[in-house]
């Protein structure tokens, strides 16, 4: 009745006595759902964000997620293995991780997942924290030298001037 054990038929198989047989129905596809979230001061939560997916390597499938979108793909073969791979937005500050079945994260765009029975979820989050401008970089170093240099000659000049005075 716990349907443990798998009876396999065959034309050699015979049966001498009454038997109770069970089924157990084992589905031989599933669904993957795919979310978005975006998150960060400067995040742009209207932003589509691109994605494309393979199953086993087959013909790549193209759509968008914006932020709280959800995509399905329905009809995965149990067992078999799906790439999702977001497009790389690092040039635009987002850093992308994902997270499968609320798992721990991983800081990459690309993920590849083994399709099993039950919850098949992959969530990408894209990161772009606000980075306060400051002005300073080691490349003006030498130019805020000789802004100090002539910062210090001018009130040297006037100390002067105003002793004279």
């Given at each position: 009745e716990e349907c443990t054990k798998k009876v396999a038929f065959n034309t050699n198989t015979t049966i001498t006595e009454n038997t109770t047989f069970y089924g157990k129905y084992v589905p031989i596809t599933t669904s993957v759902t795919i979310t978005k979230k975006v998150t960060g001061g400067l995040g742009d939560r209207t932003k589509?964000?691109?994605?494309?997916?393979?199953?086993n390597g087959g013909e790549p499938q193209s759509f968008t997620l914006q932020?709280?979108?959800?995509?399905?793909?329905?009809n995965v073969p149990i067992g078999s293995t799906i790439t999702i791979t977001?497009?790389?937005y690092s040039n635009q500050g987002y850093i992308t991780s994902y997270k499968v079945n609320d798992g721990q994260s991983t800081t990459e765009n690309c993920a590849q997942i083994r399709v099993s029975e039950g919850k098949n979820q992959v969530e990408f989050i894209n990161n772009k924290n606000v980075t306060p401008d400051t002005g300073?970089?080691?490349t003006s170093w030498p130019y805020l030298m000789m802004l100090a240099l002539a910062a210090g000659g001018a009130l040297v000049f006037f100390?002067?001037?105003r002793r004279r005075s």
């Open positions: 589509d964000f691109a994605f494309t997916y393979t199953i932020h709280d979108g959800t995509h399905t793909v329905a977001e497009e790389d300073l970089y080691l100390m002067r001037r």
